[in-house]
């Protein structure tokens, strides 16, 4: 049995770092704030990969340089595999990317734009370093749930989330695939499970995203067979001792996570 994973999500823009809700943005505190009042370092003990995610529309090149500035900061407290993403759209972004501390990249507009150049990414990088983002909304429709993708930030309706586009997700050189909920983000209301049935043909290792608030919402997500990881991105809920209660309720219902020295 391979060993299902705990992210955690931080979105970034103009030096901060912000909560999201519905995919509106609330500026929080910059990298300072979140190693001082959340002990990021210690908080990182407790998850197996940190997503960090460019949020910011039409960066500047300034921008660019403030991003990764911040990262490698950052990076100076974490020891576990990171995952970068925002306005990936071009080789150049890639490599800066894993120039400074990537291990993967995350996809997301790019995939239905040019889907050949996450090709090429991965010819050169190899699959397992690309991580695709789906965000999506579902749309009762004559009583019958429809399931939307969303690109640029949620803005743009991309395609219907059928088994056409489950094929052309299993077609993607790509290592594992996100799921993240618009609808759930950020109210801690749980993380909507519906759409997991329909997603029974991904042959990607599946991530679930949007609308974890309680380690309860968490180990119930992981303890589905067709579900790899949880990722949340939920500051106030989860930093401090939130995701250490995350990881010790998983471990209670009896998932299989990795297992860290302090755990031991």
Not at 38 to 48: K, L, R
Not at 120 to 133: C, D, H, P, R, V
Request: glycine share 8%.
């Amino acid at each position: 049995m391979i060993n299902k994973r705990i992210i955690f999500s931080l979105l970034y823009a103009d030096g901060f770092f912000h909560l999201s809700r519905n995919f509106r943005l609330q500026k929080v505190g910059n990298v300072e704030w979140i190693k001082n009042n959340y002990g990021f370092g210690e908080t990182c003990n407790f998850i197996d990969e940190l997503i960090i995610t460019f949020v910011k529309r039409n960066p500047t090149f300034e921008d660019y340089i403030q991003y990764f500035d911040d990262i490698n900061k950052l990076r100076k407290k974490i020891f576990v595999p990171i995952i970068l993403g925002g306005r990936i759209m071009s080789f150049k972004n890639v490599k800066n990317c894993f120039l400074n501390g990537s291990d993967k990249v995350l996809i997301n507009t790019l995939f239905y734009n040019d889907p050949g150049k996450i090709t090429e990414f991965s010819n050169y990088y190899g699959k397992q370093a690309i991580s695709l983002m789906v965000d999506y909304k579902i749309i009762n429709e004559k009583d019958k749930l429809k399931f939307i993708s969303y690109k640029n930030c949620g803005q743009d309706v991309g395609e219907n989330i059928d088994e056409k586009f489950i094929n052309k997700i299993n077609n993607l050189p790509c290592g594992e695939v996100i799921f993240n909920s618009i609808d759930n983000d950020g109210n801690g209301s749980g993380i909507n499970l519906d759409i997991v049935k329909l997603l029974a043909n991904i042959k990607k290792p599946l991530l679930m995203m949007g609308g974890a608030g309680k380690p309860e919402h968490i180990s119930k997500t992981l303890k589905l067979e067709k579900v790899s990881g949880v990722v949340t991105a939920n500051l106030f809920n989860f930093l401090g001792t939130g995701l250490k209660k995350a990881r010790e309720e998983c471990f209670v219902s009896g998932i299989k996570l990795p297992i860290f020295d302090e755990e031991i």
